[in-house]
C-alpha cells in the first residue's frame, strides 16, 4: 500500500510540472512563469517541443548575399588573386557540406528574424554552391 501512495504521489507531481502561465501585469507588461501571482488573471500556454532539426545558418548567406561570386565574368576571373579564388572555393565547400547534411536551412532577415529556406531555394543554392566550387577549387 505505502508504494502504490508513493506511485500516486509520484505521477502527480510529474503531471503538473510542466505549466507556463502567462499573465499581464498593472504596467501592462507581460510575464510568464510556473506560478503567477496570486489575485492575478492568467492563462496557461502550451509549450511545443524543440524540432528535431532546428536548421542550420550558411556561414555566407544573407538576405543580401549573391549566390554568385563577387567576380563576374571569365575577364573578372582572370583579375582575381589565388588567395580570393581559395576563399570562394572553401566558402562553398562549407556551403555545400551544411546544405547535405541538414535538411532546413535558415536564413536571417535584415530585422534579426529568421525564416527558413524552401526546397526549391535549397536546390538553387546547392547547384550555385558546386557551380562555385567547380569553378574556384582547383
Known amino acids: 500500500m505505502r508504494y502504490l501512495t508513493y506511485l500516486v504521489l509520484v ?10 502561465h502567462k499573465w499581464v501585469d ?8 510556473d506560478a503567477p ?12 517541443s524543440a524540432p528535431n532539426n532546428p536548421g542550420k545558418a550558411l556561414p555566407r548567406l544573407s538576405v543580401t548575399d549573391s549566390p554568385q561570386p563577387a567576380a563576374g565574368g571569365e575577364s573578372g576571373e582572370q583579375e ?5 579564388a581559395s576563399n570562394i572555393c572553401e566558402a562553398a565547400r562549407q556551403d555545400l ?4 547534411s541538414s535538411a532546413r536551412i535558415k536564413l536571417q532577415q535584415p530585422d534579426g528574424s529568421i525564416r ?15 557551380a562555385e566550387v567547380d569553378r574556384f577549387c582547383n
Not at 505521477?11 to 507556463?20: E, M, P, R, Y
Open 80 to 84: 582575381m588573386s589565388e588567395d580570393q
Open 26 to 33: 498593472e504596467n501592462g507588461n507581460v510575464h510568464y512563469g
Open 97 to 100: 557540406e551544411i546544405i547535405n
Open 37 to 48: 501571482p496570486a489575485k492575478t488573471k492568467s492563462e496557461s500556454v502550451h509549450v511545443l
Open 11 to 20: 505521477v502527480s507531481t510529474s503531471l503538473n510540472a510542466g505549466s507556463i
Open 116 to 130: 527558413y529556406l524552401d526546397t526549391a531555394e535549397i536546390a538553387e543554392r546547392k547547384a550555385s554552391s558546386q
